[in-house]
């Protein structure tokens, strides 16, 4: 397994246009999570999946943005009507929890938006 | 709230040992964990603490003490590959969303 990937790695995007990204999990990783990062800060918690289900979903974000993971597998962020403020590296991450509830996070090399 | 507190930057020279402390204030506490990321790179996970007291792994090691909320990360035998961001992370209530600090900066100088 190569680890975490993203897909793209970049997109420009004008404003008022939907994106769309994609995240493929290391295989055997149950859980996933969606992450926004912007220069200097920490990643920003979005959303959290465990296998297909979405169990918790920040509420910072708007309803302009949607997550899926359709079959406890890959999963897709998508914004929609994308704003500048939206402009941000996007990253995925996924665990599997170990037995000290402890929970190393993968993380793949992330999508940078640019929305112009 | 949920909130996590680290220092900004830390310089250091090469060879030294620094220390990057992180104060957290959650309503449920799930463990502290570390991570590193170098500028356009992912985060990759460092360390993490569920009990008190010291894991070492090589030459990072990482302190937790549950009564005053407080953690750090110990950098031993500086390097000058080690000049990244280092941030702080805990579980929130639930334990399911990861709250993650402002990130240390690490300059490791020559």
């Known amino acids: 397994d190569t680890g975490v990937s993203q897909d793209p790695r970049h997109k420009i995007t004008k404003r008022g246009q939907n994106v769309t990204f994609r995240c493929d999990p290391i295989s055997e990783h149950n859980r996933l999570y969606w992450y926004r990062q912007t220069l200097g800060q920490g990643p920003e918690f979005l959303t959290y999946f465990q296998n297909e289900a979405q169990l918790e979903k920040s509420r910072l974000l708007s309803d302009r943005f949607s997550a899926e993971r359709p079959k406890g597998s890959f999963s897709t962020l998508e914004i929609q009507r994308t704003e500048q403020g939206d402009s941000a590296m996007y990253l995925c991450?996924?665990?599997?929890?170990?037995?000290?509830?402890?929970?190393?996070?993968?993380f793949g090399p992330g999508t940078r938006l640019t929305v112009t | 709230g949920q909130s996590l507190e680290q220092p900004s930057e830390v310089t250091a020279v090469e060879g030294a040992i620094v220390q990057i402390n992180c104060t957290y204030q959650?309503?449920?506490?799930?463990?502290l964990s570390w991570y590193q990321q170098h500028d356009g790179g992912a985060p990759t996970f460092l360390s993490y603490?569920?009990?008190?007291g010291l894991e070492e792994t090589g030459r990072f090691s990482s302190f937790l003490s549950r009564s005053d909320s407080y953690g750090y990360l110990l950098l031993q035998e500086l390097q000058m590959k080690d000049s990244a961001s280092y941030f702080c992370?805990?579980?929130?209530?639930?334990?399911?969303?990861?709250?993650f600090g402002a990130g240390t900066r690490l300059f490791v100088k020559a």
């Open positions: 992370a805990v579980k929130g209530t639930g334990g399911f969303k990861t709250i």
């Open positions: 991450a996924s665990s599997l929890e170990h037995r000290t509830g402890g929970y190393e996070q993968y």
């Open positions: 959650t309503s449920g506490f799930y463990g």
């Open positions: 603490n569920a009990l008190d």
